[in-house]
């Protein structure tokens, strides 16, 4: 008996009345009994749209023509809005956006977490273009171009997006696409180099090469010479992060300021760091009114990285203990807070999915406590948060799932009230949600 053959998707476009955006950015609507995403679709419009997938509970669709378009739909600035993957909301005027965003954390916190906050925070924004000061981008040698891609994955994310340049990016690299494919053609590792990070300080940036073959002499000349001429340091990464060091120039580093309270943090190319600067200083200084420390308290900061909050609120609080898993990011810290002349900081190396109840620095008791998780959320640790005493709790989300989650947890199992709440548009035109949460004991 032969391969049972696979069902082919009907060429006839389906026409979508859409009714919402999904959390990745794509028109909801049904047909028949059946949900169906649709990318390029806004809520309000009715499309016909082309089918690219199906599945048992939902089918997945892209906008071929509008039928009914909506009032927020606005011409994408970005030519290549339509094929490349960076971008999932160009389309959607950008306080639309926002409002879109301000409703998810809505949604999540009341359908996941069943809890609403007090108040609701006015929603924190900046300037929607330039933006990004980090970003892991896709290269690709392809035969029929003669060249490198460099960029965002196409929307379907198999290939890369061939564009010429990219408007959310940090300037350095926004305008320099084109040029990095020239680079990267002209080495004779050309087809051998996955991706390119970048990374922009206040002052510099700083592009990161991963390459699967070594490099050969000429290589290496080509990159101190591109180096020089476009005023971006080079390194190299063979194998993992720790095979990461620096090409060119002989001496390097990235920094930026946090300038409302005197701070300066250097960090490496592949260290976190918030991706918008603009919107990581309004955070900081919402992060301060919100947790409010004063001058006796103690603050506890959960997943501190090299310093980003630890150090800001060390300018207000009487002592911050920050705890981050990542012992290369302590260190940051640590230099972060010598460089500054800050003596009231300590930093310890913690896998926070554990029981640290023992630690000696938790038996110190907090008066605040600050949680910066992963996307994954910090579940683990709210019993911990709990037992440290702290009368106020401030946490910052990069997914508003699991802060709705464990804000759940942190009403239900652990005597807080949930305050306030409200989002951080850290990543314009796409659809990533960051928010804040405060919680007080009950």
């Known amino acids: 008996m032969g391969r049972r053959q696979?069902?082919?998707?009907?060429?006839?476009?389906?026409?979508?009345?859409?009714s919402d955006l999904s959390h990745d950015g794509r028109g909801v609507g049904r047909v028949g009994d059946k949900a169906v995403f649709v990318h390029g679709a806004l809520p309000g419009e009715v499309v016909n749209a082309?089918?690219?997938?199906?599945?048992?509970?939902?089918?997945?669709?892209?906008?071929?023509?509008?039928?009914?378009?909506?009032?927020?739909?606005?011409?994408?600035?970005?030519?290549?809005?339509?094929?490349?993957?960076?971008?999932?909301?160009?389309?959607?005027?950008y306080a639309a956006q926002v409002r879109f965003k301000h409703k998810r954390l809505v949604d999540n916190l009341e359908r996941i977490g069943g809890v609403t906050p007090r108040e609701w925070l006015e929603p924190l924004t900046g300037t929607p273009w330039g933006y990004r000061r980090r970003a892991r981008l896709s290269a690709r040698w392809v035969d029929g171009k003669g060249r490198v891609l460099v960029g965002f994955r196409e929307k379907q994310g198999r290939f890369v997006a061939d564009v010429g340049h990219c408007r959310v990016l940090h300037p350095d690299f926004g305008q320099r696409l084109e040029s990095l494919s020239n680079l990267l053609g002209r080495l004779s590792v050309a087809d051998a180099v996955p991706q390119i990070e970048t990374a922009s300080g206040d002052a510099g940036s700083a592009i990161v090469i991963r390459h699967l073959r070594p490099l050969e002499p000429a290589d290496l000349m080509i990159l101190k010479g591109w180096s020089d001429e476009e005023g971006i340091a080079v390194y190299l990464q063979s194998k993992g992060p720790d095979t990461v060091h620096l090409l060119w120039?002989?001496?390097?580093?990235?920094?930026?300021?946090?300038?409302?309270?005197?701070?300066?943090?250097?960090?490496?190319?592949?260290?976190?760091?918030?991706?918008?600067?603009?919107?990581?200083?309004?955070?900081?200084?919402?992060?301060?009114?919100?947790?409010?420390?004063?001058?006796?308290?103690?603050?506890?900061?959960?997943?501190?990285?090299?310093?980003?909050?630890?150090?800001a609120l060390a300018r207000f609080a009487a002592t911050v203990v920050g705890v981050e898993g990542v012992a290369s990011l302590i260190d940051a810290a640590r230099a972060n807070a010598a460089r500054n002349g800050i003596e009231n900081t300590r930093f310890e190396v913690a896998d926070l999915s554990e029981d640290v109840s023992a630690t000696d620095w938790f038996q110190m008791q907090f008066d605040g406590v600050l949680i910066d998780p992963p996307r994954s959320g910090a579940l683990e640790i709210l019993p911990v948060v709990a037992a440290s005493g702290a009368r106020r709790v401030l946490y910052v989300s990069c997914n508003p799932a699991t802060l709705a989650r464990d804000a759940g947890a942190l009403v239900r199992d652990h005597g807080y009230g949930l305050v306030s709440a409200g989002i951080a548009d850290m990543f314009p035109h796409t659809a990533h949600v960051e928010s804040i949460a405060l919680f007080e004991r009950s």
């Not at 998707?9 to 009345?17: F, Q, R, S």
């Not at 409302?260 to 309004?282: C, G, I, R, S, Y």
């Open 249 to 311: 120039p002989e001496q390097h580093q990235l920094d930026y300021r946090i300038d409302d309270l005197d701070l300066t943090l250097n960090f490496h190319p592949q260290d976190f760091v918030q991706v918008n600067a603009e919107m990581n200083q309004k955070l900081i200084a919402r992060a301060i009114e919100l947790l409010a420390p004063g001058p006796s308290d103690r603050v506890l900061d959960l997943f501190c990285g090299l310093g980003n909050f630890s150090l």
């Open 6 to 18: 696979r069902r082919r998707l009907p060429a006839e476009p389906i026409t979508v009345a859409i």
């Open 50 to 93: 082309r089918l690219i997938a199906r599945n048992r509970r939902f089918d997945e669709a892209v906008c071929t023509e509008l039928v009914q378009a909506s009032a927020e739909r606005v011409e994408p600035p970005c030519p290549w809005f339509e094929q490349c993957g960076g971008c999932a909301l160009q389309h959607l005027e």
